[in-house]
C-alpha cells in the first residue's frame, strides 16, 4: 500500500494453488507431470489466475461438477450449498478423521486442534467450552487489547518506514500493508488473548509463518513446520501448567484449562488444541480478511470516501468482502450415502467440496454480484446466524459456513478486522494505491 501503496494480496491465489496441488481437493499430491497429462479446470491457468469465470461456468451448466480426476464432487450454487450446510446427515466431517491427515495436511504440520473435522459428543462438548470465548462480554473484554496490539502494530510500521523516508509514510511514502502489518497483527491479537508475554510476540509470530509455510509442498517445508508446532507446543506447555495451579488472570489459556463442562476439563493436549485452532482458523483468515477489504475498497475510491466519512461502515465492508471474495473458498465434506442431484449420483463416501467463492456470486441471489458494493441491497448485513439469513430478497454471506460447523470465531474475526481498519484510516488518511498496483 501507498499512503501511498499496498500491494495486492496475495493469499487467495495462494490458496488456490494448495487446492490445484491437491492439499484440499484430493486425497493424494498430483504431480506436475499428472497435471500436465489429464489437465481439469481447477489446474488451468485461467482458474489460478481468476477463478471466478469458472465459478459461473460451474453454476450455468455443471452445477454438479465432478471431477473425476481428483475424485471430487463440486456444488456451486448458492442454494445447493446453503442446503448442503444444514444437511449433516448426508455430508460429514467426521469421516475424514477415519481416513487420517493428508500428508502435508494442516494436521500434520499444526497438530489437531480440538475440532479437527470432528463431530458427535466430543466435537459437541469441545465447541461447548470454546464458543464462548468468542462472543458477547468475553469477547468485548478483549475489545481493548484489540485496539493496543492494532495501535502498536500501525505505530510499528509507520516506524519502520520513516527510517527510509525521511518523512515518513504518513505523508509522503509507501508501504507494504501485507507484510508490515495484516500478517503481523491477527497473530499478535492472538499472543494477546492467550495472556502471553509482549516480549515473546515476535517469536510467536515466527513460528506461526513457518506453521503455514509449512502447509506448501515440499519435505523441507513441513520437516520446519512440525519443528515449528513441537516448539510452539513445548512454549505453551508451562504456561497451562501454571495457570491451572494459579487461575487469576482473564486470559484464553487460563480461561480454557480452568473451565468445565459437564464436570470435565479439557486435558492440556486439548488446550494445546485450542491454540493451534486459534492460529490454524484465525491467523491466516484474517489476515487476508484485512488485505481483501483494502484492495477492494481502495479500488472503489467513492465507497472509500464513505467509510473515511463514517468508519463505522467498515462492518458492512467486512460483510461484502466475506461475500465477493472471502479468505476461504471452498469447505470439504464426505457423502454418508448416495445422494442424487441434477441427473447424477454422487455415491457414498465420495468427496464433495462446497465451493463458496462461486456460490457467493450466484446471480440467482445476487444482483451484479461481480460488483463489489458495500451498499448493496440483496446482502444481509445484519448479525452472523447459525443458520444464515435466505428471506425478505436479502441472502447472508457463506464466508464463515452455517449450520454445525459454522465458524466459531465469525465475531472475533469482525472485530478484529473492522477495528484494524478504522484505525489504519484514521492513521493514513490520504492512503491510495501505488501506481503500478493500480494497474
Same mark, same amino acid.
Given at each position: 500500500?501507498?499512503?501511498?501503496?499496498?500491494? *495486492?494480496?496475495? /493469499?487467495?491465489?495462494?490458496?488456490?494453488?494448495?487446492?490445484?496441488?491437491?492439499?484440499?481437493?484430493?486425497?493424494?499430491?498430483?504431480?506436475?507431470?499428472?497435471?500436465?497429462?489429464?489437465?481439469?479446470?481447477?489446474?488451468?491457468?485461467?482458474?489460478?489466475?481468476?477463478?471466478?469465470?469458472?465459478?459461473?461456468?460451474?453454476?450455468?451448466? +455443471?452445477?454438479?461438477?465432478?471431477?473425476?480426476?481428483?475424485?471430487?464432487?463440486?456444488?456451486?450454487?448458492?442454494?445447493? $450449498?446453503?442446503? &448442503?450446510?444444514?444437511?449433516?446427515?448426508?455430508?460429514? !466431517?467426521? %469421516?475424514?478423521?477415519?481416513?487420517?491427515?493428508?500428508?502435508?495436511?494442516?494436521?500434520?504440520?499444526?497438530?489437531?486442534?480440538?475440532?479437527?473435522?470432528?463431530?458427535?459428543?466430543?466435537?459437541?462438548?469441545?465447541? =461447548?467450552?470454546?464458543?464462548?470465548?468468542?462472543?458477547? !462480554?468475553?469477547?468485548?473484554?478483549?475489545?481493548?487489547?484489540?485496539?493496543?496490539?492494532?495501535?502498536?502494530?500501525?505505530?510499528? /510500521?509507520?516506524?519502520?518506514?520513516?527510517?527510509?523516508?525521511?518523512?515518513?509514510?504518513?505523508?509522503?511514502?509507501?508501504?507494504?500493508?501485507?507484510?508490515?502489518?495484516?500478517?503481523?497483527?491477527?497473530?499478535?491479537?492472538?499472543?494477546?488473548?492467550?495472556?502471553?508475554?509482549?516480549?515473546?510476540?515476535?517469536? /510467536?509470530?515466527?513460528?506461526?509463518?513457518?506453521?503455514?509455510?509449512? #502447509?506448501?509442498?515440499?519435505?523441507?517445508?513441513?520437516?520446519?513446520? $512440525?519443528?515449528?508446532?513441537?516448539?510452539?507446543?513445548?512454549?505453551?506447555?508451562?504456561?497451562?501448567?501454571?495457570?491451572?495451579?494459579?487461575?487469576?488472570?482473564?486470559? #484464553?489459556?487460563?480461561?480454557?484449562?480452568?473451565?468445565?463442562?459437564?464436570?470435565?476439563?479439557?486435558?492440556?493436549?486439548?488446550?494445546?488444541?485450542? %491454540?493451534?485452532?486459534?492460529?490454524?482458523?484465525?491467523?491466516?483468515?484474517?489476515?487476508?480478511?484485512?488485505?481483501?477489504?483494502?484492495?477492494?475498497?481502495?479500488?472503489?475510491?467513492?465507497?472509500?470516501?464513505?467509510?473515511?466519512?463514517?468508519?463505522?461502515?467498515?462492518?458492512?465492508?467486512?460483510?461484502?468482502?466475506?461475500?465477493?471474495?472471502?479468505?476461504? +473458498?471452498?469447505?470439504?465434506?464426505?457423502?454418508?450415502?448416495?445422494?442424487?442431484?441434477?441427473?447424477? %449420483?454422487?455415491?457414498?463416501?465420495?468427496?464433495?467440496?462446497?465451493?463458496?467463492?462461486?456460490?457467493?456470486?450466484?446471480?440467482?441471489?445476487?444482483?451484479?454480484?461481480?460488483?463489489?458494493?458495500?451498499?448493496?441491497?440483496?446482502?444481509?448485513?445484519?448479525?452472523?446466524?447459525?443458520? =444464515?439469513?435466505?428471506?425478505?430478497?436479502?441472502?447472508?454471506? #457463506?464466508?464463515?459456513?452455517? =449450520?454445525?460447523? /459454522?465458524?466459531?470465531?465469525?465475531?472475533?474475526?469482525?472485530?478484529?478486522? $473492522?477495528?484494524?481498519?478504522?484505525?489504519?484510516?484514521? &492513521?493514513? *488518511?490520504? %492512503?491510495?494505491?501505488?501506481?503500478?498496483?493500480?494497474?
Amino acid at each position: 500500500m501507498e499512503e501511498n501503496g499496498l500491494h *495486492p494480496n496475495t /493469499f487467495c491465489t495462494r490458496f488456490r494453488d494448495e487446492l490445484t496441488k491437491g492439499i484440499i481437493m484430493s486425497d493424494r499430491v498430483v504431480s506436475e507431470e499428472e497435471r500436465r497429462i489429464v489437465p481439469t479446470i481447477f489446474d488451468s491457468e485461467e482458474y489460478r489466475t481468476d477463478p471466478f469465470p469458472t465459478y459461473k461456468k460451474l453454476r450455468d451448466y +455443471h452445477p454438479l461438477y465432478h471431477d473425476r480426476f481428483h475424485s471430487n464432487w463440486v456444488l456451486s450454487r448458492y442454494e445447493d $450449498v446453503r442446503a &448442503a450446510f444444514l444437511d449433516n446427515e448426508n455430508y460429514n !466431517r467426521a %469421516v475424514y478423521e477415519e481416513d487420517g491427515p493428508y500428508e502435508f495436511g494442516s494436521e500434520n504440520v499444526f497438530g489437531p486442534t480440538i475440532l479437527e473435522l470432528g463431530n458427535g459428543e466430543k466435537h459437541r462438548w469441545s465447541r =461447548g467450552v470454546v464458543a464462548g470465548q468468542f462472543i458477547g !462480554r468475553n469477547l468485548e473484554s478483549f475489545i481493548p487489547t484489540i485496539e493496543r496490539i492494532a495501535a502498536e502494530t500501525i505505530d510499528l /510500521f509507520s516506524r519502520r518506514a520513516a527510517e527510509d523516508i525521511a518523512k515518513g509514510f504518513i505523508e509522503t511514502g509507501e508501504v507494504d500493508l501485507v507484510e508490515q502489518f495484516t500478517i503481523q497483527y491477527p497473530i499478535r491479537v492472538i499472543s494477546g488473548m492467550l495472556g502471553l508475554p509482549r516480549e515473546d510476540e515476535d517469536q /510467536f509470530v515466527e513460528w506461526y509463518q513457518l506453521l503455514i509455510a509449512g #502447509l506448501g509442498i515440499g519435505e523441507e517445508f513441513h520437516r520446519r513446520g $512440525v519443528q515449528a508446532r513441537e516448539e510452539l507446543n513445548a512454549y505453551i506447555d508451562p504456561f497451562i501448567k501454571e495457570r491451572r495451579a494459579n487461575p487469576v488472570g482473564d486470559d #484464553l489459556i487460563t480461561k480454557i484449562a480452568t473451565a468445565e463442562l459437564g464436570g470435565q476439563r479439557m486435558t492440556d493436549a486439548e488446550v494445546k488444541g485450542f %491454540v493451534n485452532l486459534l492460529l490454524a482458523a484465525g491467523g491466516d483468515t484474517t489476515d487476508k480478511a484485512i488485505g481483501n477489504m483494502w484492495w477492494f475498497v481502495l479500488q472503489n475510491p467513492d465507497q472509500l470516501a464513505e467509510l473515511k466519512r463514517d468508519p463505522s461502515l467498515w462492518d458492512r465492508a467486512f460483510t461484502e468482502m466475506m461475500r465477493y471474495d472471502p479468505p476461504v +473458498h471452498v469447505q470439504p465434506r464426505r457423502t454418508t450415502r448416495e445422494i442424487a442431484m441434477y441427473g447424477k %449420483v454422487i455415491p457414498t463416501r465420495a468427496n464433495v467440496t462446497f465451493q463458496l467463492g462461486a456460490a457467493n456470486r450466484d446471480e440467482r441471489v445476487f444482483k451484479d454480484p461481480d460488483k463489489f458494493d458495500i451498499f448493496r441491497k440483496d446482502l444481509y448485513c445484519g448479525k452472523e446466524m447459525r443458520v =444464515g439469513y435466505y428471506a425478505n430478497g436479502e441472502a447472508s454471506h #457463506l464466508g464463515f459456513g452455517i =449450520g454445525k460447523h /459454522f465458524c466459531m470465531g465469525y465475531a472475533m474475526a469482525r472485530q478484529e478486522s $473492522v477495528i484494524a481498519c478504522q484505525m489504519l484510516t484514521e &492513521a493514513m *488518511p490520504n %492512503v491510495r494505491l501505488k501506481r503500478d498496483d493500480a494497474e
